[in-house]
T-cell receptor, first 112, second 110 residues
Framework: KNEVEQSPQNLTAQEGEFITINCSYSVGISALHWLQQHPGGGIVSLFM???GKKKHGRLIATINIQEKHSSLHITASHPRDSAVYICAAFSGYGGSQGNLIFGKGTKLSVKP | DADVTQTPRNRITKTGKRIMLECSQTKGHDRMYWYRQDPGLGLRLIYYSFDVKDINKGEISDGYSVSRQAQAKFSLSLESAIPNQTALYFCATSSADEQFFGPGTRLTVL
């Protein structure tokens, strides 16, 4: 079983729809990252959060530490949001730690 | 200029050849990483370095070696490339709050 699981693996939406991508993890973490990988391959960090909720434009990320679950929401989706969204758990620095454990990604396609 | 640069961006090589992928960063971060990405498997850690004198193996280090020449430079070598090392390779740096990825190197081993 993967330590970081994302769902769904693939998601197709119509422009304007509200989108939710889920991430569950089984490891102890100090933070969770959401990344966006564009069709050309480049990866951009969207959020790092260790509790509660963060918002940036139309993107909202939430985390529930007790339930080991995080969600990424996109409001008023647009075709330019089409990308692979990757969740990554961070266990904190010290010793051999300090690395990210990645989910396999959710491929989002937003149709006009 | 990009914060993290990788060279080359694309490379085709033959089985048995030695190849080096280079990474430079302008963020001033101590922590640097090499990942590979394969379809359906996500990103996997090859090696990481927390400062110039610190090199650590990641999940899939066999067949790879690294060199941290300076705080800003971290190179990945394949001593004798094999076809299953065909993948997209990413270098990254990190601060306490964020990861910064290079644009990736697409490597094909024939």
């Amino acid at each position: 079983k993967n330590e970081v699981e994302q769902s769904p693996q693939n998601l197709t939406a119509q422009e304007g729809e509200f989108i939710t991508i889920n991430c569950s993890y089984s490891v102890g973490i100090s933070a969770l990252h959401w990344l966006q990988q564009h069709p050309g391959g480049g990866i951009v960090s969207l959020f790092m959060l260790s509790s509660g909720k963060k918002k940036h434009g139309r993107l909202i990320a939430t985390i529930n530490i007790q339930e080991k679950h995080s969600s990424l929401h996109i409001t008023a989706s647009h075709p330019r949001d089409s990308a692979v969204y990757i969740c990554a758990a961070f266990s904190g620095y010290g010793g051999s730690q300090g690395n990210l454990i990645f989910g396999k990604g959710t491929k989002l396609s937003v149709k006009p | 200029d990009a914060d993290v640069t990788q060279t080359p961006r694309n490379r085709i090589t033959k089985t048995g050849k030695r190849i080096m992928l280079e990474c430079s960063q302008t963020k001033g971060h101590d922590r640097m990483y090499w990942y590979r990405q394969d379809p359906g498997l996500g990103l996997r850690l090859i090696y990481y370095s927390f400062d110039v004198k610190d090199i650590n193996k990641g999940e899939i280090s066999d067949g790879y070696s690294v060199s941290r020449q300076a705080q800003a430079k971290f190179s990945l070598s394949l001593e004798s490339a094999i076809p299953n090392q065909t993948a997209l390779y990413f270098c990254a740096t990190s601060s306490a709050d964020e990861q910064f990825f290079g644009p990736g190197t697409r490597l094909t081993v024939l």
